[in-house]
């Protein structure tokens, strides 16, 4: 029931890892490669990827030809010999003294510029919140860890005191270290003071 869809993402960068300019994707059994269906199609046309010399006969050479620069030479050319490149070329012209739809492209080319700024700071924002609540994290951590050490250090200490009186009361070693939990060197050092 799904109607064929074709999705022509035409690209100012480089995208893809593959080096083609142009390259489709369909739905595709994994091991197989069986082809589930045509209804979904994915172009991608990288611009920057059409090398110099490529034939301009082709179609989709020339209209990327004429997406690069409307203006060029070689537009030029592909004019006098492909009708849908002069027509291109006519409209264009046509737009372009046409101050209402000037005004509508500009309208839209500021939306996209807009956005794109919007996002820009988004992310800016973000990564800023991110090494924020980072540095956070690392602080209460840090406190976290200090406050254990601190008690473990601080029950070490009453653990000494207290080792300290059993010897005064001549307890031995053994039981001073159960009741204490200090190894016997510790003990013996405390015996030796």
């Not at 690209?11 to 209804?39: A, C, M, P, Q, W």
Request: aromatic content about 4%; some cysteine; hydrophobic content about 35%.
């Amino acid at each position: 029931v799904l109607k064929r869809t074709i999705c022509i993402n035409i690209l100012n960068f480089k995208y893809l890892k593959t080096r083609k300019f142009h390259s489709g994707y369909r739905l595709k059994e994994i091991y197989s490669n069986e082809e589930l269906t045509d209804v979904a199609e994915i172009h991608f046309i990288e611009i920057p990827k059409l090398e110099e010399g490529t034939d301009e006969k082709d179609m989709l050479v020339a209209w990327i030809e004429f997406l690069k620069n409307p203006e060029s030479e070689k537009v030029r050319s592909l004019e006098m010999s492909i009708d849908e490149i002069r027509e291109a070329k006519d409209e264009l012209i046509r737009m372009s003294n046409d101050d209402t739809q000037r005004e509508l492209y500009e309208m839209r080319a500021k939306t996209l510029k807009d956005k794109i700024s919007a996002l820009n700071e988004a992310e800016r924002k973000g990564i800023k919140k991110g090494r924020q609540e980072g540095i956070k994290e690392g602080l209460q951590k840090g406190i976290q860890e200090g406050l254990q050490k601190g008690i473990q250090e601080g029950e070490k200490s009453k653990a000494i005191e207290i080792a300290k009186s059993l010897i005064n009361i001549g307890l031995d070693k053994e039981t001073i270290s159960k009741s204490t939990g200090l190894d016997l060197n510790e003990i013996e050092k405390l015996m030796s003071k």
